[in-house]
């Protein structure tokens, strides 16, 4: 297992922590922007886009924290203690403020994709991350944008056995996790791996100034000019030709996995470019303890953001021009984010001691399971 445990230079972690927060806060407008919330902010289909930076970001940043993990029980611990961390607390949060909308204003939820029937098996199902396997698309409620987390989850587990694990071991886990998982979620699993691949490439050699300026710059001229072009529509209609309108429906958050291929291609192209120039960001330590604290909110706001709408959204009751009632649902959202989404962020890191604790008593490993820091 090679392990270089370089750290990441100031500037890359910086601009890394800036993107994860656009990323976050693109969703977070892109869902504010649906009609039924009072606003049309941007109407063009990004937010699952936006969801392709952070797969391209998470391969980066696991492989980077993977060498700092010893084994494969600490690694899981820490990957699990940080998404529990946020998710337990959202689905709460969603089944709490999905309660109280249908009680103020039944109809504004009878109006939207809300997904009221067997509560229990959708907030179980995507606690534990069984909300995508297959053929299943398990909304939590209302929270829509939980699907990706289901996602997330099992590339940690594929990464993992192939990072930690050897010989014929690794073959079967591999084998065995692709089986469970089926191939909605191994359709987008290259894109996460993009973010593997720009890590270990960035290790073993970086561009010319010259050319990592046209890389860093490039991607995003000619991500807008495909989305003009419409080849989302074309490579959507393609696929379905090729693999029939049944299957390609039963794909759900994954139909698009040409698209959203390419989309994560963009994205590693552009961080192999920056990496080239990070040199020339010193700048961003000008405003570290922003983006260093808004970063800090982005899983938080993220998981947190859609069952507020929904809630506010029901209170408010905006017409779908009410500018200024979506305004103050964002707003009112934020505000809750703000509140709940530290202490949700830090209870990774005593829940990591306690999954470690654990663990060293099931695997009798005493010291060998140190928590990672």
Known sequence: MENSNVPLPRTSSLYLDFVR??????????????RGFGGVWIP????????????????????????REPTLAVFMTA????????????????FAADKIGNLINPDFYAATSYNPDLPVLRLVASGVFLNEVWFRSICPL???????????F????????????????RTVTIAAAAVAVGPKILLLFPIWLLGVAVYRLNNKAKASEAAGWF?????????AVCVVAGLHRLLDRATQSAIGPQMF?????????????????????????????????GFLARVESPIRYLAGLTLSCY?????????????????????????????????????????????????????????RVLLGSGGALKTAP
Do not use: C, Q
């Open 21 to 34: 927060f656009l990323s976050a806060a693109i969703v977070f407008v892109f869902h504010l922007s649906y």
């Open 44 to 67: 063009l289909h990004i937010g699952g886009d936006a969801v392709m930076v952070f797969f391209v970001l998470s391969g980066f940043i696991i492989s980077y924290t993977a060498e």
């Open 79 to 94: 990957r699990l203690a940080r998404l529990w961390s946020v998710a337990i607390p959202a689905l709460a949060l969603t």
């Open 142 to 152: 209302s929270n829509l944008p939980f699907w990706s987390i289901g996602y997330e």
């Open 154 to 169: 099992w590339y940690y587990v594929l990464f993992a056995t192939g990072f930690y694990l050897s010989g014929v071991k």
């Open 215 to 223: 890389m860093f710059l490039t991607p995003l001229p000619l991500y």
């Open 249 to 281: 429906h039963s794909l759900v958050n994954a139909e698009s996995f040409l698209w959203l291929n390419m989309i994560g291609v963009l994205v590693a192209i552009h961080f192999l470019g920056f990496f080239a120039i990070h040199h020339r960001f």
């Open 303 to 359: 998981l947190f953001h859609f069952p507020l709408f929904m809630l506010f959204g029901s209170l408010l009751k905006p017409s779908p021009d009410s500018i200024g009632l979506n305004i103050l649902i964002g707003m009112l959202s934020a505000a809750v984010i703000v509140a709940l989404g530290p202490w949700a962020e830090r209870s990774r890191y005593p829940l990591r001691s306690y999954f470690a604790e654990k663990a």
